[in-house]
């Protein structure tokens, strides 16, 4: 798969821990810069620098809202990424539902005893 | 995080790591002993994707393993590797690589794979990591995971959605 210049490229954005924390934090709901630099404990340069990012590949939006800046997820950027890895994700899912009914079976028989 | 957390979880935390977890309504060693004995392997590894008809396993470190499968398209895949590592029923790290037909192994890349059995209140969490050479040999991994895999499932999608986002 090709991949562009990090900032741009939905992948990379994401990989980061600190843009990923963020990315959880606006997945529960809208934030403003200032709750975000709370929650992570970082400062306040960093987390815009990440916000930044964040827009530039469309993984975040942001609306006014009186005197605040509202940030949220938007699932539209993230979409080719999950489109991308949920064929391997379901060979592990399928994969781990066996064994489950393998786990399962040995427990059976070791309650039996 | 919601209740329905049976299906793997697999997240993308660096741009060259596949994490994958599931939780088991099992003990640990039970967990790990599926995971390590040839004759479980077999019946779980392949999930729904071919038969498995090969599973050695030299369980030490520094011993062999090797997996061999045949899909349902009717090929052959093969993946083998080395045990670096090994708590019984806490922790393998084991070395993998797919073989490619005319390919020396030598020349394939291998990733390094720490697989984790954490036990809380009789149910046991297993994490995968798959540390990958370099970005790119992760990027192939997850598309060789696509075929047939692109309309299996929306849930898996939702899965992979939640732990990314």
């Known amino acids: 798969m090709a991949r562009a210049a990090t900032t741009t490229d939905a992948f990379n954005a994401v990989a980061e821990p600190r843009r990923r924390q963020i990315l959880d934090l606006l997945a529960q709901g809208e934030l403003p810069v200032t709750e975000l630099v709370e929650r992570l404990g970082l400062a306040q340069p960093v987390v815009s620098k990440h916000l930044r990012v964040l827009r530039e590949v469309g993984a975040v939006s942001v609306r006014e809202d009186g005197r605040q800046r509202l940030y949220r997820v938007d699932g539209r950027a993230l979409k080719p990424i999950f489109d991308w890895v949920s064929g391997y994700e379901a060979l592990w899912s399928q994969r781990l539902d066996a064994l489950e009914a393998v786990v399962t079976r040995l427990k059976e028989q070791e309650e039996r005893r | ?165």
């Open chain 2, 1 to 165: 995080m919601t209740s329905t957390n049976r299906a793997a979880q697999l997240t993308l935390q660096a741009d060259d790591q596949i994490h994958i977890t599931r939780e088991f309504d099992a003990p640990r060693h039970l967990v790990y002993r599926a995971c390590t004995t040839p004759d479980l392997v077999r019946q779980w590894w392949g999930g729904q994707r071919g038969v498995v008809t090969s599973v050695e396993i030299d369980l030490r470190v520094g011993g062999r393993w090797r997996y061999v499968m045949t899909a349902n398209e009717g090929f052959e895949v093969a993946f083998h590797g080395e045990f670096r590592e090994l708590v019984p029923n806490e922790r393998t790290v084991t070395t993998e690589v797919f073989e490619m037909p005319g390919v020396p192994p030598e020349q394939l890349p291998a990733t390094l794979n720490t697989v984790t059995f954490v036990e809380a209140g009789g149910r046991t969490t297993m994490t995968v990591l798959v540390q990958c050479p370099s970005p790119d040999v992760r990027d192939a991994i997850i598309a060789s995971g696509m075929e047939g895999g692109m309309n299996e499932s929306y849930d898996a999608l939702e899965q992979v959605a939640r732990g990314l986002a």
